[in-house]
T-cell receptor, first 117, second 113 residues
Framework: AQKITQTQPGMFVQEKEAVTLDCTYD???????LFWYKQPSSGEMIFLIY??????QNATEGRYSLNFQKARKSANLVISASQLGDSAMYFC??????????????FGTGTQLKVEL | ETGVTQSPTHLIKTRGQQVTLRCSSQ?????VSWYQQALGQGPQFIFQ???????GRGNFPPRFSGLQFPNYSSELNVNALELDDSALYLC????????????FGSGTRLTVV
């Protein structure tokens, strides 16, 4: 079974600074996808960035980049120039194909990020 | 394009009762997945529906059941509610075969007393 590990329950960062949120994963599938989601207090899971296991380059989306180190099985999220609105819970997730033809996301336990003035 | 809509937003039920949660998928999506998120935890996969049939299920008992309708909307039904069923229930829609592109709703917060 796949597993996602996020070892930072909480992180603080100063506004305008960069922050790295850690994520390691475990899977025996050669093909997989890794995701980062942001969950504000409202509850909605907001998609940030995606990295496919065969992608040669690290994914980037605006201020978000994914530091993908396949050999180390890590997929850290880097947020540059942090803003107060970035304060939220952040989840790393992996897509897993199911035997019935469907697929699911396996989530980590999340990292609560607080951006300070 | 419209996003994923879930109803109701909040719900309080008594232990032993039954509940139905609803989800309208994003326009163009044909697959719906349901997740349970307990307080302080990451979401846990309940099941997925495609073409009105369940095509994947997580580690949840049979009292958790679902439906998908021809317009791709979906329902999650939970029978014989237990206190531990108190959680945020998230619905996500996607397009079958796509590698990514899951769109989540804002969830239904269920409290069982």
């Amino acid at each position: 079974a796949q597993k996602i590990t996020q070892t930072q329950p909480g992180m603080f960062v100063q506004e305008k600074e960069a922050v790295t949120l850690d994520c390691t994963y475990d899977t025996s599938d050669p093909s997989y996808g890794l995701f980062w989601y942001k969950q504000p207090s409202s509850g909605e899971m907001i998609f940030l960035i995606y990295q496919g296991s065969y992608d040669q380059q690290n994914a980037t989306e605006g201020r978000y980049s994914l530091n993908f180190q396949k050999a180390r099985k890590s997929a850290n999220l880097v947020i540059s120039a942090s803003q107060l609105g970035d304060s939220a819970m952040y989840f790393c997730a992996m897509r897993e194909e199911l035997t019935g033809g469907g697929n699911k996301l396996t989530f980590g336990t999340g990292t609560q990020l607080k951006v300070e003035l | 394009e419209t996003g994923v809509t879930q109803s109701p937003t909040h719900l309080i039920k008594t232990r032993g009762q039954q509940v139905t949660l609803r989800c309208s998928s994003q326009s163009g999506h044909n697959t719906v997945s349901w997740y349970q998120q307990a307080l302080g935890q990451g979401p846990q996969f309940i099941f997925q529906y495609y073409r009105e049939e369940e095509n994947g299920r997580g580690n949840f008992p049979p009292r958790f059941s679902g439906l998908q309708f021809p317009n791709y909307s979906s329902e999650l039904n939970v029978n014989a509610l237990e206190l531990d069923d108190s959680a945020l229930y998230l619905c996500a829609s996607s397009l079958a075969g796509a590698l990514y592109g899951y769109t989540f709703g804002s969830g239904t917060r269920l409290t069982v007393v």
